[in-house]
């Protein structure tokens, strides 16, 4: 069951916040496989109910939102 997602630095985190999303937000990405590898710079409530914090691989992130 999908309970959130990874965004690029393109997306706003507060317009997932308002919406009620769970996101996690990485930057400097050029590919998916880059979004597994970076580390999160910011992510919704949602997100951090889930146990996704700043500083974590992206992929870790998915994982707590999956």
Do not use: H, I
Not at 22 to 36: C, I, N, P, T
Not at 39 to 55: S, Y
């Amino acid at each position: 069951m999908r309970l959130g997602f990874l965004m690029c630095g393109y997306l706003n985190v507060s317009a997932a916040e308002a919406l009620g999303d769970a996101a996690a937000k990485v930057k400097g990405v050029q590919s998916f496989e880059d979004m597994l590898e970076a580390t999160v710079v910011e992510a919704t409530k949602f997100a951090r109910d889930l146990g996704v914090e700043a500083g974590m691989a992206g992929r870790e992130a998915l994982e707590k939102m999956f």
